[in-house]
C-alpha cells in the first residue's frame, strides 16, 4: 500500500497492535562515515539546488511555487498562500542549516519545480529531549505530480538531516501515512462571516440571516483584559519561563529556550503576532497568547483573491482565564482585519473553542514522528507543538 514509507523507520500500521515494542528510537543513528556522501539522483531534466533564501529572487521563486502548488482544501476552493517575510521566518530559525532548504529546478529553463525544508528543533517526548528536523513546505509543481519525485525529496532531505547527526524528524500533513502520532481538527472562528459567507468558506446557518449572523459574531472594539498588550523585546525571558512551565505538561511539545522565544514569538507584522498581560499592579506577566499569519489564495472568486487568516500559536494562562485571553486574541485580530481566526484542538485548546464561537473545519491535521515511536499515540489535547 505505502511502497515508500514502508521502507522508512516509522510506526507501521502492522506493528499497531504490539504493545512490546518500547517509546523512543526506532532505529539507531548510524556512524557518520556511513551516510551517503552525495546527492540522490534526480531524473536527467532536473538538478538539486541549495537555496538561499537572503537571495531575494530566489525567495520570490519559492514564493511562487508554493503559492500556485501547494496545499488546497479537499474542493480545491483555497490555497494556503505563505507570504515571503513568512518564509524566510519559518526557514532561518536559530541555528538553520541552508542546506536543509532543497529546491529542485529543471536544468534547462531553471525553474524552480519541487523543494523540501527542515529547520532544526530540539522536542520533547515525555521525558526524553531530542534533538529534531521539522520538515515543511513539500511541494512538488502540479505538472509533475505522481512521478514519485516526493520520495526522493524527502530521502534527500533525510540524508541531510543526517549530516548533521540528527536522526529524528517531526512533520504534519492533511493525509494520513504510517502513522500519526495523533490527528487534530481545525477550528474555525468567523470574525468577517459576510464575506466568508460570500467566497464559501462557511455557509448561512439554518434560519439564519446574514444580519444575524454578522450580529453573532460581533467583537469589542477594543481588548477587555486590563494589562494586555503587545510583546516586546524586553519580555522574552518573561515569556521564556511562562511557556517553559505550560510546555512541561503535554506529552510532545519543543523545548524552547530564549533565543528561540526571540525568533518565535517575537511580533513581526504579517508574520507572528504575541500578546501578554502585565499585571498593573505587579508588573509580573501572567498570561500570554499567539497567533502567525497564513493567507488563502481564493480560487475562482469574482469578488476576492485572498482570505487573511490567524493560526492559534502558542497560549499560556496563569491568571487570566483561557477564554478571556482568547477573547482578546479574537478582539485583535479582528481589529487588525483578519476574516478568520483558526486553531486546532491541542494542548487546552478544547476548552474555549466552543464557547468562543469557533465551529468545526472539514479538514484534519495528522502529526508524525520520523524514527521515533510513541506507543499507542496520545491525544490532541496531550501535544503541545504547533508546527506552521
Ligand atoms: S504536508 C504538505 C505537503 N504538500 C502538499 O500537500 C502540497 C501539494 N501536494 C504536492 O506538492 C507538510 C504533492 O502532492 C506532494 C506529493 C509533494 C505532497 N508527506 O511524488 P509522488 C509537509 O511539507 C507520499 C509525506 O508520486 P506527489 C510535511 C505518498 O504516500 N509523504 O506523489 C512533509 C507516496 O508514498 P507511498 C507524502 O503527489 C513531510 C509518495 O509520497 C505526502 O507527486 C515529508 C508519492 O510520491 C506528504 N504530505 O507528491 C516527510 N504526500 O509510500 C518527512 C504524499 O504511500 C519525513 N506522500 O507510496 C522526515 C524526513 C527527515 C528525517 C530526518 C532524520
Ligand atoms: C502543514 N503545516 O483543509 C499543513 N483546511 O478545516 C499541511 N476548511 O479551511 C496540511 N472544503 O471547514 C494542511 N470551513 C491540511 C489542511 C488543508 C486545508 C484545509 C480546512 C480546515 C478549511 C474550511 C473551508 C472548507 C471549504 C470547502 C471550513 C467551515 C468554517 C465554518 C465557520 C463557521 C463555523 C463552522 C465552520
Same mark, same amino acid.
Given at each position: 500500500?505505502?511502497k515508500? #514509507?514502508?521502507?522508512?523507520?516509522? @510506526?507501521?500500521?502492522?506493528d499497531?497492535?504490539?504493545?512490546?515494542l518500547?517509546d523512543?528510537?526506532i532505529?539507531?543513528?548510524?556512524?557518520?562515515?556511513?551516510?551517503r556522501?552525495?546527492p540522490?539522483?534526480?531524473?536527467a531534466?532536473f538538478?538539486?539546488?541549495t537555496?538561499?533564501?537572503?537571495d531575494?529572487? /530566489?525567495?520570490?521563486?519559492?514564493y511562487?511555487?508554493?503559492?500556485?502548488n501547494?496545499v488546497?482544501?479537499?474542493e480545491n476552493?483555497f490555497?494556503?498562500?505563505?507570504?515571503?517575510? !513568512?518564509?524566510r #521566518?519559518a526557514l532561518?530559525?536559530?541555528s538553520?542549516f541552508?542546506a #536543509?532548504?532543497?529546491?529542485v529546478?529543471?536544468?534547462?529553463s531553471?525553474?524552480l519545480?519541487?523543494?523540501?525544508? @527542515?529547520?532544526p528543533a530540539?522536542?520533547?517526548?515525555?521525558?526524553?529531549?531530542v +534533538?529534531?528536523?521539522?520538515?515543511? !513546505?513539500l511541494?512538488?509543481?502540479?505538472? /509533475?505530480r505522481?512521478k514519485? /519525485?516526493?520520495?526522493?525529496l524527502?530521502?534527500e532531505v533525510?540524508?541531510r538531516?543526517?549530516?548533521?547527526n540528527?536522526?529524528? *524528524?517531526?512533520y504534519t500533513?492533511?493525509v494520513v501515512?504510517?502513522t500519526?502520532?495523533?490527528?487534530?481538527?481545525? #477550528?474555525? +472562528?468567523?470574525?468577517?462571516?459576510?464575506?466568508l459567507?460570500?467566497v @464559501?468558506?462557511?455557509?448561512?446557518g439554518?434560519?439564519?440571516t446574514?444580519?444575524?449572523?454578522?450580529?453573532l459574531?460581533?467583537?469589542?472594539?477594543?481588548p477587555? $483584559?486590563p494589562?494586555f498588550?503587545?510583546m516586546?523585546?524586553?519580555?522574552v525571558a518573561?515569556?521564556t519561563?511562562?511557556?517553559?512551565?505550560?510546555l512541561?505538561r !503535554?506529552?510532545v511539545?519543543p523545548?524552547f529556550?530564549?533565543v528561540d522565544v526571540e525568533?518565535w514569538l517575537?511580533?513581526?507584522?504579517?508574520?507572528v503576532?504575541?500578546y501578554?498581560v502585565e499585571s498593573?499592579?505587579?508588573?509580573?506577566?501572567?498570561? !500570554?497568547?499567539?497567533?502567525?499569519t497564513?493567507?488563502?489564495?481564493?480560487?475562482?472568486? *469574482?469578488?476576492?483573491? $485572498?482570505?487573511k487568516?490567524?493560526?492559534?500559536?502558542y497560549?499560556?494562562?496563569?491568571?487570566?482565564?483561557?477564554?478571556q485571553?482568547?477573547?482578546d486574541?479574537l478582539i485583535?485580530a479582528?481589529?487588525?482585519?483578519?476574516?478568520v481566526?483558526?486553531a486546532?484542538d491541542?494542548m487546552?485548546?478544547e476548552?474555549?473553542l466552543?464557547?468562543l464561537?469557533?465551529?468545526?473545519?472539514?479538514g484534519?491535521l495528522?502529526y508524525y514522528?520520523?524514527?521515533?515511536?510513541?506507543?499507542? @499515540?496520545?491525544?490532541?489535547?496531550?501535544?503541545? /507543538?504547533?508546527?506552521?
Open positions: 500500500r505505502h515508500f #514509507w514502508e521502507t522508512q523507520p516509522v @510506526g507501521q500500521f502492522r499497531a497492535a504490539d504493545t512490546s518500547p523512543g528510537p532505529e539507531p543513528p548510524t556512524p557518520l562515515s556511513e551516510v556522501a552525495d540522490y539522483p534526480l531524473p531534466a538538478e538539486w539546488l537555496c538561499d533564501l537572503d531575494d529572487a /530566489l525567495l520570490a521563486d519559492l511562487s511555487l508554493l503559492a500556485h501547494y488546497e482544501d479537499d476552493m490555497r494556503f498562500n505563505y507570504s515571503p517575510a !513568512f518564509l #521566518w532561518k530559525p536559530p538553520f541552508r #536543509w532548504h532543497i529546491g529546478r529543471a536544468k534547462e531553471k525553474k519545480v519541487a523543494f523540501i525544508s @527542515g529547520v530540539r522536542i520533547r517526548a515525555r521525558d526524553d529531549v +534533538r529534531m528536523a521539522e520538515i515543511n !513546505f511541494c512538488v509543481h502540479k505538472k /509533475l505522481s514519485r /519525485l516526493a520520495p526522493v524527502i530521502r533525510t540524508r538531516v543526517h549530516q548533521e540528527i536522526w529524528q *524528524a517531526a500533513a492533511g501515512l504510517p500519526p502520532i495523533t490527528t487534530c481538527r481545525y #477550528w474555525h +472562528r468567523s470574525l468577517n462571516p459576510k464575506k459567507i460570500d @464559501g468558506f462557511s455557509r448561512l439554518p434560519r439564519m446574514m444580519s444575524r449572523t454578522v450580529r459574531y460581533k467583537l469589542p472594539d477594543a477587555l $483584559t494589562g498588550r503587545r516586546e523585546l524586553r519580555d518573561a515569556v519561563r511562562l511557556l517553559r512551565a505550560y512541561a !503535554f506529552v511539545a523545548d529556550d530564549e525568533h517575537l511580533p513581526q507584522e504579517d508574520v503576532d504575541s501578554l498593573p499592579e505587579t508588573h509580573e506577566v501572567t498570561d !500570554f497568547c499567539s497567533f502567525y497564513l493567507p488563502s489564495s481564493v480560487l475562482n472568486n *469574482a469578488n476576492y483573491a $485572498t482570505l487568516a490567524a493560526y492559534s500559536y497560549n499560556v494562562s496563569t491568571k487570566t482565564p483561557l477564554q485571553l482568547m477573547n486574541a485583535v479582528k481589529q487588525k482585519n483578519y476574516d481566526f483558526n486546532l491541542v487546552e485548546n476548552s474555549f466552543k464557547e464561537k469557533f465551529g468545526p473545519g472539514d484534519q495528522h514522528l520520523y524514527n521515533y515511536r510513541i506507543r499507542n @499515540g496520545i491525544k490532541p489535547s496531550e501535544l503541545g /507543538l504547533v508546527l506552521l
